[in-house]
Nanobody, 115 residues
Framework: QVQLVESGGGAVQPGGSLRLSCAASGSIFSMNTMGWYRQAPGKQRELVATATNRGSTNYADSVKGRFTISRDNPKNTVYLQMNSLKPEDAAVYYC?????????WGQGTQVTVSS
């Protein structure tokens, strides 16, 4: 089992920035992927960004150039720096940990973008 604890959500005005953090604990092995998904009301959960423990990253087109994902492997923590936030970025953001065929999710953290 893997436990994920997220932090850093909140409310921000358009153009603002937020940084999300997610710390993983439990049965963590070297080969894994961590990342962020988001779900807005009435919409399906969608990929935001992922990063492997080897440093490979993947971003949704909608956030490229504005969001940056990073990892601290010794701390089993993944971060999402979100800049130039737009109203359409508002959603519940979920941390994801994937190892082999197993996927684990955090409880979600709300990001609100409005003036």
């Amino acid at each position: 089992q893997v436990q994920l604890v997220e932090s850093g959500g909140g409310a921000v005005q358009p153009g603002g920035s937020l940084r999300l953090s997610c710390a993983a604990s439990g049965s963590i092995f070297s080969m894994n992927t961590m990342g962020w998904y988001r779900q807005a009301p009435g919409k399906q959960r969608e990929l935001v960004a992922t990063a492997t423990n080897r440093g490979s990253t993947n971003y949704a087109d909608s956030v490229k150039g504005r969001f940056t994902i990073s990892r601290d492997n010794p701390k089993n923590t993944v971060y999402l720096q979100m800049n130039s936030l737009k109203p359409e970025d508002a959603a519940v953001y979920y941390c994801m940990f994937r190892r082999d065929q197993y996927t684990y999710w955090g409880q979600g953290t709300q990001v609100t973008v409005s003036s």
